[in-house]
């Protein structure tokens, strides 16, 4: 494993064993049905059971970003975002919160108003250009994604003539822009499935190892999409053994973060490579 960590609140989370980031959609729409959370009593059991079963973040998202997403105006997302966030910090003000969302405005009141810790930003600053700089003000960890397009159009930008080149040029011209702005904790995420195709997905995973050029912790997010379910031919409810799998695949290269529904099942993942890592 590595030695990388990240700054929260100006507590330091090491990342020496990675950790898991649970899932919470406040969505009606996400691709997985089991990921679907709009009562407070069902918020509630999510974020109980992210907690007990050992998840370090939890990432809360109020805009579906699956392919061919309905498009949500910036105050319908912040009105689904304001039900979880109240809930969380009434009952679970410890807890390390991440908002899922490519809008600056969003991301600044979450942070200010609601005590979010991280910024988990699909577009990599693309899709709101005040993103970086309001990031830089906000001094939390940014989550930098690599994506084409918009959640609406990304599946119509798969066209590469070097994958892993391409994304290596991506990732670098961003960070450098993020640390002349002052952002000090960035976190890489390839994007699996976002404007890539199956098999793309599969030459990134085996190439994973590539983007530790930079030296930043790595966010890998697989959990049930449809890189496993289209390849296997089941559904995303079927998907939980591949999600495993590729979760497992992923520590091996690198990982230290593994955004998941299933959280229980993923911490097993990292406790078993983990010490399979250790042994002589």
Known sequence: MNCKSLNIKGMIMPLDT????????????????????????????????????????????????????AFVDEQEEMKRLTVALELLNRYYPDAILSVDTFRSEIARRCVEDYGVAVVNDISGGELDPKMFETVARLQVPYILMHMKGTPQTMQQHTDYTDLIGEMQLYFASRVRKLHLLGVNDIILDPGFGFSKTVDQNYRLMRHLKDFALLNLPLLVGISRKSMIYKFLETTPEESLNGTTVLNTIALLNGADILRVHDVKEAVEVVCLVTNYSKAD
């Not at 959370?37 to 509630?44: G, L, M, Q, S």
């Not at 059971?49 to 061919?68: A, F, V």
């Open 18 to 69: 990675p950790v898991i980031m649970g899932i919470l959609n406040v969505t009606p729409d996400s691709f997985f049905l089991g990921s679907r959370k709009k009562t407070e009593k069902e918020i509630d059991e999510r974020v109980q059971e992210i907690l007990s079963g050992g998840g370090t973040i939890i990432d809360l998202g109020g805009y579906s970003s699956r392919p061919d997403a």
